[in-house]
């Protein structure tokens, strides 16, 4: 099994369209780096939200501490006989904290948009930007083309599968996202709390000493 190079990439691109639509700017030594898409798969915090989010309108994506999204991938691979292809996060967002989970490749003969999980384990928000580059896909060449290429339910998917949208809309509970929230809005009561405390022990002082005088 060979990695491809830039080179490659390049001429499986123009000859067989291996990823659509292709940008040379976005091919480094050895793997093309995909960029986010147009829809977004997020939880649903409250009845009236919906849990996809049009990236074409909203621009941003926001993924707080402890939030879980999935993310379409705005290119299409077109994975020939012989070809798989591996991703993970560019190291840009890994270094905030992102973790993507994906599966162990992309299979010899898969075509459609990828999808990505993500989930947020750092301190702060991370920011994504509406056709960004925010995956990297190496591809390798096998030694010899598949006997059975894929053929699954995901050929040629370029949306999410409508058991992923059921599984975020029926998920029960609190997430970890909401209870970071909650312990955000906990910290601040403390404040404001400890603030009033010591509002109430001036104004005792105070009382006493003016007693005392």
Known sequence: ???????????????????????????????????????????????EETPIVNLEMERILQIG???????LTLEKVNLPENICGRMGVRSFFTRKGLVSFVG?????????NLIISLFNTGPRTIVMKY?????????????????????????????????????????KGITLYEVVDVMKGLRSDVKWLK?????????????VIARVV
């Open 1 to 47: 099994m060979t990695v491809l190079s830039d080179r490659q990439i390049k001429e499986l691109s123009q000859k067989k369209k291996l990823i659509e639509p292709f940008d040379e700017s976005l091919v480094g030594p050895a793997s093309y780096d995909l960029r986010v898409g147009q829809r977004v798969l997020k939880s649903v915090r409250k009845k």
């Open 195 to 207: 603030i009033l405390l010591l509002l109430i022990l001036g104004a005792l002082i105070a009382g």
């Open 65 to 71: 501490t402890g939030e879980f999204v999935e993310v």
């Open 104 to 112: 162990p490749q992309v299979d010899p003969g898969f075509k459609g």
């Open 131 to 171: 056709g960004e580059p925010f995956c990297t896909i190496e591809f390798s060449e096998l030694s010899n083309p598949v006997e059975k290429p894929y053929s699954g339910s995901y050929q040629g998917q370029n949306d999410f599968p409508s058991e992923n949208i059921e599984f975020i809309v029926g998920a």
